[in-house]
């Protein structure tokens, strides 16, 4: 699948078939992840992959609107050093890792993380050093529907493109 056809067809999946998803693969998305732009060149970013059900359930039931992670095959929390553009450099590699997994058929979804109240719990569940900050929580699956994936309704490039001035 090539890159615009991914960024086009990518949606938000919560529910998941009950399938394992091969750790090379999961490696091949966090890898994706890790060649995202970075400010300053920091790359402040680190990778925690979360496959154990447990640590599903306890993660799912601290967040306020990721329950589902708890039925995921996998989440990958997405945690920065606390740089001055940990969030920018965090958001582009969440968006790097959640593309990599549509062009490989696997389903994600993006819970919040930065400035949320649970943050200091995940970093304590993780055994995250303070210093860091959790940018987000991504849940990965085989998606349930066999037709999860689609363009979704979008304004026009007319309505949102401008030239010059706004």
Known sequence: MDAIEAIKIRRSIREYKDLPIPKELLEKIVDAGRFAPTARQEEPWEFIVITDSEGLN?????TDHGKFISEAYACIAVFCKETKYY???GCAATQNL??????????SCWVAGDKKPYCTQINDLLNVPASFRLVSLIAL??????DAFGVAHKRTLSEVMHWEKF
């Open 87 to 89: 969030l920018e450099d």
């Open 98 to 107: 959640m593309l990599a997994a549509t062009a490989f058929g696997v389903g």
């Open 141 to 146: 699956g085989y998606p349930k529907a066999d």
């Open 58 to 62: 306890k993660i799912g039931n601290i």
